[in-house]
């Protein structure tokens, strides 16, 4: 038996502005707010448990400090590595430096929150 990953549980100031950002980027859907000001986007016709992990926007007041020791990877699915590129930059992402050479076949961007993301260069079919 083994696990899967259901759930990434990302700490934010603004929930309702990454649950936003990442539905558009994702094509995701909110399943679900709880008490505490958390948001749970997913796939909308499958939801928690699917084949594809949710995203728990989860309110924090601590500022990040540092480098993230986890970030998302994301490939398009409908359009080349460049128009996906600039899509994801008019919904808010913005490009970051980590010390890339500039001959990596991904772009490092950052959400609107400074959370770091890579797109990759290959396109996947959608599921």
């Not at 859907?29 to 989860?58: C, H, N, Q, W």
């Not at 430096?97 to 929150?113: C, I, R, Y």
Request: with cysteine; net charge negative.
């Amino acid at each position: 038996m083994a696990c899967r990953i259901s759930e990434l549980v990302i700490d934010c100031a603004d929930p309702d502005r990454l649950a936003a950002f990442w539905s558009q980027v994702l094509g995701y859907a909110e399943l679900g707010r709880e008490d505490d000001g958390s948001i749970e986007i997913g796939p909308p016709d499958i939801g928690f448990g699917g084949s594809l992990p949710t995203l728990v926007l989860s309110p924090s007041s601590h500022p990040r400090t540092g480098k993230l020791r986890l970030h998302i990877d994301v490939n398009a699915t409908d359009r080349d590595q460049e128009a996906e590129l600039e899509r994801l930059l008019a919904l808010g992402a913005r490009p970051v430096d980590v010390g890339q050479s500039g001959t990596e076949d991904w772009h490092v961007l950052s959400d609107p929150e400074g959370n770091e993301f890579c797109l990759l260069r290959t396109r996947l079919q959608p599921l």
